[in-house]
């Protein structure tokens, strides 16, 4: 019989993935684990964000590093463009005003979201494209807005084009041929 790691419980019997994340040792491979994980798994946006800016990296201690805040400053830091030019690149509509932001519209002491940019940016073109990207609501199927997804293609579009040993690319020596690209049962009848 294999003991279990040392993993910091609550009231409720579940850990906390915060408080594991840095520790790779408390990885256990008891299948009856995930379910702890599970339970763990944040409910809500607020919940989700609130790990992420209050406790992450906090090596125990109350309060971790704020990720969000450190993802606007090194956006402004490498000069990133706003998100509306971020939807201009995507040939995405780009909002002339607040309004015009299809953004989640959760009410947290009854200030909506577009209150909430309009009291910290002074003009729509301000806005920081991870608080923009963030505040967008998902599209069908995806866990991110139209923003961030096409992001996402267009890096790993570009991910692939760059990388001389996909199979995909033409032109080097591990290209598929056009007889590698047979399709299924063909494929595997002409090899045997």
Do not use: W
Request: aromatic share 10%; charged share 25%.
């Amino acid at each position: 019989m294999t003991s279990r790691p040392n993993i910091q419980t609550f009231l409720n019997h579940t850990i906390q993935i915060r408080h594991e994340i840095m520790r790779f040792q408390s990885v256990h491979p008891n299948i009856y684990a995930i379910y702890e994980l599970l339970d763990e798994l944040p409910e809500s946006v607020a919940q989700k964000i609130r790990d992420h800016t209050q406790f992450l990296y906090s090596d125990n201690s109350e309060y971790g590093l704020d990720v969000i805040s450190l993802d606007i400053q090194r956006g402004r830091d490498h000069g990133l463009p706003g998100y509306n030019a971020y939807r201009k690149f995507c040939g995405l509509k780009t909002a002339s005003t607040f309004d015009d932001l299809q953004v989640k519209d959760h009410t947290e002491n009854n200030k909506s979201t577009i209150a909430k940019l309009k009291s910290l940016y002074k003009k729509v073109d301000d806005i920081d494209l991870i608080v923009g990207g963030i505040a967008e609501v998902a599209q069908e199927g995806a866990i991110v807005g139209p923003t961030f997804r096409c992001i996402l293609a267009e890096q790993f579009i570009r991910t692939r084009a760059g990388d001389r040993f996909f199979y995909d690319n033409p032109g080097q020596p591990s290209s598929f041929t056009k007889r590698k690209y047979l399709p299924g049962m063909t494929k595997i009848t002409k090899r045997n």
